[in-house]
Structure formats: C-alpha cells, structure tokens
C-alpha cells in the first residue's frame, strides 16, 4: 500500500495570500495603540525597521532553504540536516509555540472586536484574571470562532488558502482606506510625541514585532503542497515579508496622524476610531472593523496550516506521537495535528483580554529561537553541504546568515529578565516553562516508543527523497 503524502494544488496567489494575509492578520487593528503609545509614533516606526530588517535577513535565509529542502515541516528539516535530531527537535518546537499562540491569540481577538461593533454584548460574568472580568458571551464567541476556523483547516488547504484569498482582498480595502484616508486628512501634530519612553519603550515595541511578521515561514511548512518552481518559492516568500513592512509601517503612520495621543490612550481599537475620525463616519470605522475580522480569519487560518504541518512533520519522524502524523483520507489534511492546536488555542479565550499581551510575548520568543535556528542552520549547511541544490541562491556567501542569527540572538536577549521589554512574571514566563516541559515530555515519551533510530532513518531518507526528486525536475527542465 502506498504512503500518504501531500499532493501540490498551491499557484502563486495562494502562497503569497497564506503568506501575506498571515503576517497581517488581526494585529495592526488591536494592538496599533499600544505600539504607539509605548514608543511615540516615530519610536513605533523605527521599532518595526528594525524588526523588518530582522525578518528580512531571517527571511532571505529561508528563502534559500526553503527553496533548496521543499519538504513539510521547513524548519524541522533544515535544522536536522545542520545540526542534528536534537537541534530539530528543538527548532521546530519553538516555531509551534509561535504558530499556537498566534492561533490563540486570534481567538481571544475575535470577541474583542465584537465590543466594537456590539458594545455591552458581554455578560455572564464567570471570574477576574489580572484585573479583566471574562464573561461567558465574551468567551463564548472566541470559543465558536476557534471551533469553526478549526473545522475549515480540516477540510483541507485548498478550501482554506481559497478563503484566504478573499479574506486578504477585504483586508486589503480596508487598510488602504484608512492609510490614504489618515494620511491625506490627517494633521501632523497629532504625531507629537515622536518618541516615547525613549530606548525602552522602542524596544518594547521591538519584542512584539516577531509575533507580527511571523507568517511568511507559514510557505516552507507548506512547501510539498506549492505547485511551483523551487526558486519561484523563495522569491514569493520575500515579497510577502517586504509587503509586511510597508503595510505596518503605514498603519502606524496614518493612525498616528489622526489620533492624539490622549484619544489612542482611550480607544479600545484605535485603528478603527481612527478611520471613524479621518472620513468623519461611524460606518468607515465599522468597515474598518470587517477588515479586522478578514484579518483574524486569514492569520488563524495561516498559522493552523503553519502549525498543524510542524506538528505532522515531528510525528512523521517520530518525534512526537505518530497518530498525529496522519493524513485524513478524504481530505489529506494531518487532521490529528489540527485537532490538538484546536484543542489547545480554543481555551484561549477563557484567559480573557489581557492574554493578547501574552500571547504576543510569548509566542515572539518562541518566534525568535526558531529563526536563530535556522539562521545557524543557514551557515552551517553553506559549509556542510556547499554542492546541495538550491535554486534560490544567495549573493554574499554566509554573511547574511550570520547577520540574521546575531540578529536574532540579540532579539531574544530582549525577552530576558533585567531587560526593559523582559517578558511578564508570572502569566507569559508560565506560558513559555509550560510548553518547554510539554515538550520534554512528548519528546521523551516518543523516543522510548520509537527509538533514536528510527528519527534519524526517517529523516535521512526523506531529504534524500526530496533531494533526488529535485534533481530529477532540474534536469528535465534544462534538457527541455
């Protein structure tokens, strides 16, 4: 009987929507604010320059493997051909944290826009947590949400990157609406103070930034369902991270010029007062906050594909339990592995609003390990592996990957107690131990079950499967 495996449907407008509609997502509408706020308007744009030069040259690092190692799993696969079961292991767990926090963190985001459109909708009061009272509609509503994002992932990749598409266009009107309507009647002064909190409240910015741009390494987990030339993979990836950066950018920008300061510090979603305001009409704020929910819809669509094919990979080479490696038969989705992120994203809204700030921390330093990583992974396999195929070769030898794994090492350094923007004690250091420990529990359960060998046998002939495969379309395409 033959193995399962994914089957390529994906062109060029559903990776670059997966991508793209992925790193936007639901963020620039809630949390623009507190960007703005933190840092002044100038300290929250230089904030995302430096966290866009950061993902750039992470991105330029995937772009190269992704395109040269096109298996599921991107980073799992990267890093074990560097570095080792172990290091793998490591990686990709990390990049699963980002990918579940982004998932819960679109859940809890669905019942705070629902306060802007449906004021006092919430009621049932249930308990307090850090001094947010969480109610049962309110919970509810993420709840429902998380149930039927899950249920459209089930269903399979070419259902969901076609809801993506649509969803990306909504987001797209939207954003464009408020930036040209922000920036044209907007007034500059509004802009003052540029800088706020100076060094620190730009780094308190920069933390939040990874979780963000965190969407593009969504297309190197996806890479055995891209129906595309290997190098046309890298280039969408970095086109998708580019887009990324002036769509923030000018976010912050359009926002920052038609709120003042004491009107972001009362608004609950800035972006869409702000839209309010610069066409003078409720219903432009209202359809502001459409887009939002497009937004929510399209990066937690993104990240259950992101996450659900990291976890897939793990259980393929027996990292973690194989059940959850599983194709669902009609639908050849790892149905298994999107059950387990529904599972866990779905409690997310019970945490209440302030797990938004969490979760955003949290998963960022998961976000950040994950790229160092493979930046290191980069570097290495340039001199382990220096004749291995890559069709999208970077100009500048391993300089590139050294700049981003410094990058990111310097990154994470940010999340550190003593530092300004130090993640918070105890809710988002609880997150990070939690997921670490459940990590060292599966790993150590699998590997008794399955046996180091058995990882390492798996892994060695999948690369070399896609490896040769590789080789094979390469020489078609030059003999034709």
């Not at 997966?18 to 703005?36: H, S």
């Amino acid at each position: 009987m033959s193995e399962s495996r994914f089957i390529k449907t994906l062109g060029n407008r559903d990776v670059l929507s997966l991508a793209f509609g992925a790193m936007i997502g639901w963020g620039w509408v809630v949390t623009a604010g507190i960007w703005i706020t933190e840092a002044g308007s100038l300290g929250a744009i230089l904030a995302f320059v430096i966290g866009g030069l950061l993902v750039t040259f992470v991105g330029l690092t995937y772009a190269e493997l992704a395109s040269a190692l096109p298996l599921a799993g991107g980073e799992h696969v990267y890093s074990f051909k560097a570095m080792g079961r172990v290091a793998s292991f490591i990686t990709t767990w990390a990049i699963i944290l980002g990918y579940v926090s982004v998932v819960a963190f679109e859940a809890v985001a669905l019942p705070t826009v629902f306060e802007y459109l449906i004021p006092d909708y919430s009621k049932g009061y249930l308990y307090t947590i850090a001094d947010w009272d969480v109610t049962l509609t309110w919970a509810g509503v993420g709840i429902i949400g998380s149930i039927f994002i899950a249920w459209i992932n089930y269903r399979g990749i070419k259902f969901s990157t076609a809801a993506m598409f649509i969803l990306t266009l909504l987001i797209l009107i939207a954003g464009v609406l408020l930036i040209s309507g922000s920036s044209f009647l907007g007034n500059g002064q509004n802009m003052q103070p540029l800088f706020e909190k100076g060094m620190a409240g730009i780094l308190t910015v920069v933390i939040m930034t990874p979780f963000m741009f965190v969407g593009f390494d969504v297309i190197p987990q996806a890479a055995e369902e891209i129906k595309l030339p290997q190098k046309q993979i890298g280039k969408l990836l970095i086109v998708s991270v580019i887009l990324a950066i002036v769509w923030y950018i000018a976010v912050i920008f359009g926002v920052s010029r038609v709120l003042s300061p004491s009107e972001i510090a009362e608004s609950n979603l800035v972006t869409a007062d702000a839209m309010a305001k610069a066409f003078n009409s409720q219903m432009m704020g209202n359809i502001l906050v459409l887009g939002g929910i497009g937004g929510i819809l399209t990066s937690w669509i993104g990240f259950y594909v992101g996450g659900s094919r990291a976890i897939y990979a793990l259980a393929r080479a027996g990292m973690l339990p194989k059940s959850l490696g599983e194709l669902h038969p009609k639908y050849n989705t790892p149905h298994k592995a999107i059950l387990l992120i529904a599972v866990l994203s779905t409690a997310a809204p019970l945490l209440g609003r302030p797990a938004l700030v969490w979760l955003v921390d949290a998963g960022g330093l998961g976000l950040v390990v994950a790229w160092f990583m493979v930046a290191l992974s980069f570097v290495i396999l340039r001199k382990k592996a220096p004749d291995m195929h890559r069709p999208f070769r970077l100009q500048g030898g391993s300089s590139i990957g050294w700049i981003a794994a410094i990058m990111s090492l310097g990154v994470s350094i940010l999340y550190m107690p003593g530092m300004p923007s130090a993640l918070i004690w105890p809710y988002e250091w609880v997150i990070v131990f939690a997921w670490v420990i459940l990590g060292i529990v599966f790993y150590k359960i699998s590997m008794s079950k399955y046996g180091t060998e058995y990882s390492d046998k798996h892994m060695n002939e999948e690369i070399a499967r896609v490896i040769k495969y590789e080789d094979q379309t390469d020489r078609r395409e030059k003999s034709s």
